[in-house]
């Protein structure tokens, strides 16, 4: 269309500027009619020789040339329209598009590289420095003195593990162990030393319960570190928390959280080759409660046995049974009421709960604070609330005999409400109002009876 009108502007000056030297002529033709002529004159001569027709074309063409070449400018100066700009963005939107997909992509791999090393350090940190397993410093690998600047004291822990000297073909794992090979086979209790506290209850329903580690454990999912605690205050106690190791008890971050289908009595409980024993609520009805399948396998009454309340220790609570584990097995320590109070210990059959044999003691049951076994002796515990008392008498089932003893024992907390002997790790496990405790115990030589 540009081009049209060029052209016609173009031929319209030629026409006004032939106007001055255009003619009109009238003559006869042969016929003799009349003929008009209309006659415009060239610009440059004012005949039309026939050898001039070659110079108007060169400067026809001239113009033409010269038209093109104003054509074009005219259409490369032309303006953008609307559809051009709206053609132009979209081309960049689509760009744009495009770049903001693939930095997205981008962002999101990166974010999950850096949850992945954020979990993977998290993970590390919570773990214990494999260093722990041989540190010798208590039964768990866990020292007492930290470095404040290091938040994990392997600096301190590297010193001490290179002054003890460890057995080239039997590595220690932890104080409990070397105990244990220190103090191989059976013999009297000659001596308990200081509580070492391992975690605090955070809670009402922790100011006293059971905590213990399974001396015989078949393995997996559960190991021999594994840590198992029941805070024992409420009226329906079910919860039994489960810890990879003590340095997560420590921490406070359960492995997992068993519901129990029958609610606990007291803190009579015990864990042995992978199962938790314990008393139905005010029955004397004993549980076997499978670990790995979470379900009850074995239950049985304990016969003539008192229960919710009618023989407990001396700091009360309903510790009527108590259910312990030695080096001989499992064992209840309770009363009847043809024993008048006194302490009746039977050993249990761990797989169907059955008393095997029983043995009636002249010591009275709510006139100690507690009791445990070790070795087939029955040891108890003066008081639960002095903070220096004894383990005053001792029970040896091999020869019915017992025997008063004054072994020096301390409640750091002023409130012990449980007292278990883990025979593997040669330890007593202690709950002292609200704190998780151990004890190093150490054994004399092995008696000829046992």
Not at 209 to 237: C, H, L, M, N
Not at 278 to 294: F, G, H, I, K, V
Not at 296 to 302: G, M, S, T
Not at 433 to 438: C, D, L, R
Request: aromatic share 10%; hydrophobic share 35%.
């Amino acid at each position: 269309m540009w081009i049209r009108f060029v052209v016609f502007s173009f031929w319209l000056v030629l026409c006004v500027q032939g106007l001055d030297r255009a003619s009109l002529r009238r003559s006869s033709d042969s016929s003799g009619r009349c003929q008009y002529s209309f006659i415009v004159d060239s610009p440059m001569e004012s005949s039309c020789p026939g050898t001039s027709s070659s110079v108007e074309t060169e400067n026809l063409n001239a113009r033409l040339t010269l038209l093109e070449v104003v054509v074009s400018r005219i259409l490369d100066a032309r303006p953008v329209t609307k559809a051009d700009i709206k053609t132009s963005e979209m081309e960049n939107m689509k760009t744009l598009l495009q770049d903001k997909k693939q930095l997205d992509r981008q962002i999101q791999k990166l974010q999950r590289q850096v949850q992945e090393l954020t979990d993977e350090r998290d993970k590390l940190r919570e773990k214990p420095c494999p260093l722990v397993q041989t540190e010798p410093t208590n039964s768990f690998g866990i020292i007492t003195g930290k470095d404040p600047g290091n938040n994990g004291a392997y600096q301190e822990m590297k010193a001490e593990v290179s002054e003890i000297p460890v057995p080239s073909k039997v590595p220690v794992l932890f104080k409990g162990q070397e105990n244990a090979q220190n103090n191989a086979g059976c013999g009297e209790l000659i001596s308990v030393g200081e509580p070492i506290t391992h975690q605090k209850a955070n809670s009402i329903t922790g100011r006293y319960g059971v905590w213990f580690q399974d001396p015989e454990s078949p393995g997996a999912p559960y190991g021999p570190s594994t840590v198992w605690r029941i805070d024992a205050v409420g009226k329906d106690v079910r919860e039994l928390f489960a810890y990879e190791n003590l340095e997560q008890l420590s921490r406070g971050y359960p492995l997992k959280v068993l519901l129990l289908p029958e609610p606990m009595e007291s803190t009579g409980a015990t864990v042995y080759r992978g199962s938790l024993y314990y008393q139905r609520q005010r029955s004397p009805m004993l549980l076997r409660y499978d670990l790995t399948d979470e379900s009850i396998v074995a239950q049985a009454p304990l016969p003539q046995a008192g229960f919710h309340g009618q023989y407990p220790y001396s700091w009360g609570g309903y510790t009527d049974i108590d259910l312990v584990v030695d080096e001989k097995g499992l064992w209840a320590i309770y009363s009847t009421e043809k024993a008048r109070g006194a302490i009746v210990v039977s050993q249990l059959d761990p797989e169907s709960l059955k008393v095997t044999r029983s043995w009636e003691t002249n010591i009275q049951k709510n006139k100690v604070a507690n009791a445990f076994m070790v070795c087939g002796r029955l040891y108890t515990v003066a008081s639960y609330s002095t903070n220096s008392t004894n383990i005053n008498f001792t029970f040896d089932t091999a020869s019915g005999q017992s025997k008063a003893v004054d072994l020096p024992f301390r409640n750091h907390y002023g409130y012990n409400s449980m007292i278990d002997y883990n025979a593997a790790r040669r330890m007593l496990y202690a709950w002292d109002n609200f704190h998780m405790v151990t004890y190093d115990v150490k054994l004399g030589k092995t008696s000829s009876s046992q």
